[in-house]
């Protein structure tokens, strides 16, 4: 009952920066945390970035000080504003967003996905 609208995705070289964005629509109040997922090719999905409604943060190691997660609540919202990109960070990147509020151990729902390439 949430759809995740994912943009922002494209090619940068590295060192550069890109912003993603994540819009929910639906029943937004069953979200308790949302955050941003990525896939690299042979390597298995992982958690980037996830932030709470009440702001507590979580980046993976590899991109703490380079990433930073924001949302906004009111505007059923949540950003990942990337900098610093290496090769390394050339991803599929998923939006996320938990089902906790309405059902707890509920299927979370996923954006579709936008390609960030960072070229050398």
């Known amino acids: 009952q949430v759809q995740l609208v994912e943009s922002g995705g494209g090619l940068v070289q590295a060192g550069g920066s890109l912003r993603l964005s994540c819009a929910a629509s639906?029943?937004?109040?069953?979200?308790?945390?949302m955050g941003w997922y990525r896939q690299a090719p042979g390597k298995e999905r992982e958690l980037v970035a996830s932030?709470?409604?009440?702001?507590?943060?979580n980046y993976a190691d590899s991109v703490k000080g380079r990433f930073t997660i924001s949302r906004d609540n009111a505007k059923n919202t949540v950003s990942l504003q990337m900098s610093s990109l290496k090769p390394e960070d050339t991803a599929v990147y998923y939006c996320?967003?938990?089902?906790?509020?309405?059902?707890?151990?509920?299927?979370?729902?996923w954006g579709q996905g936008t390609q960030v390439t960072v070229s050398s």
């Open positions: 932030i709470s409604s009440g702001g507590r943060t």
């Open positions: 996320h967003a938990d089902n906790y509020y309405c059902s707890h151990s509920g299927p979370p729902y």
């Open positions: 639906g029943d937004t109040i069953c979200i308790s945390v």
